[in-house]
Structures are given as C-alpha cells and as structure tokens.
Nanobody, 124 residues
Framework: EVQLQASGGGLVQAGGSLRLSCAASGVFFDDYAVSWFRQAPGKEREGVSC????????DYKASVKGRFTISRDNAKNTVWLQMSDLKPEDTAVYYCALQHSRSIYCYYNYMNYWGKGTQVTVSS
C-alpha cells in the first residue's frame, strides 16, 4: 500500500518560516517525481513546486520563487518544502503527490499518488 504523509504545517506570522515534509512508503521512491500543491478556501488547487526523481530539476510557482525551496533525500523517501518569508496569501492546505517518472523534468499533472494535506496558516 502506498502512503504519503505530509507534515510540518501550522500557524505562523507573516515573515515566518515553516518546513513541510512528505514521507513516502510502499513505492520505490527513486522512480518518482514529487510535487507540492496547495488549495486555499474557495480556490482551485495549484502546483507550488516540484522536483524530479534525481533532483536534477526543480520548479517553483512564480509567487513562491525565491521564498520556497524543495529538496529530497531518496535514501529517506522524503521530500521537504522549506518555506520562508511566508505571506498571508500562502495560507492553504498543502499536499504532496508522486508522479511515476524518471525524467529529468517534473510536472504538476498526471500524478499517481496523493497524500493527505497539511494546513498552513499565515497570519498578518
């Protein structure tokens, strides 16, 4: 059984930082690109950041570029999203998802597995 466990969310003041983790089990993690998505109340889910299976490529939504950093450790089956200089508009439920791909690229569609989300709330 494939499981994705996202954690690390919480309540933080604007300008603060959080580090989200996504731990996977039941898959050969090296075969998967990983993406983070978020969904704010009343809004559609959007891709925030992704990382290819070998970490050769990372991508960021324009509004988080320079503030968020994605990384992974395949030996630990874990991906992290370091979020700094958080803004109230970053408030959302954050989800991690896997895409079976050993491409040098990463994507925000055709995800194979989704984890349960973790709430991030940024107060002004």
């Amino acid at each position: 059984e494939v499981q994705l466990q996202a954690s690390g969310g919480g309540l933080v003041q604007a300008g603060g930082s959080l580090r989200l983790s996504c731990a996977a089990s039941g898959v050969f993690f090296d075969d998967y690109a990983v993406s983070w998505f978020r969904q704010a109340p009343g809004k559609e889910r959007e891709g925030v950041s992704c990382i290819s299976s070998s970490s050769s490529t990372t991508d960021y939504k324009a509004s988080v570029k320079g503030r968020f950093t994605i990384s992974r450790d395949n030996a630990k089956n874990t991906v992290w999203l370091q979020m700094s200089d958080l803004k109230p508009e970053d408030t959302a439920v954050y989800y991690c998802a896997l895409q079976h791909s050993r491409s040098i690229y990463c994507y925000y569609n055709y995800m194979n597995y989704w984890g349960k989300g973790t709430q991030v709330t940024v107060s002004s």
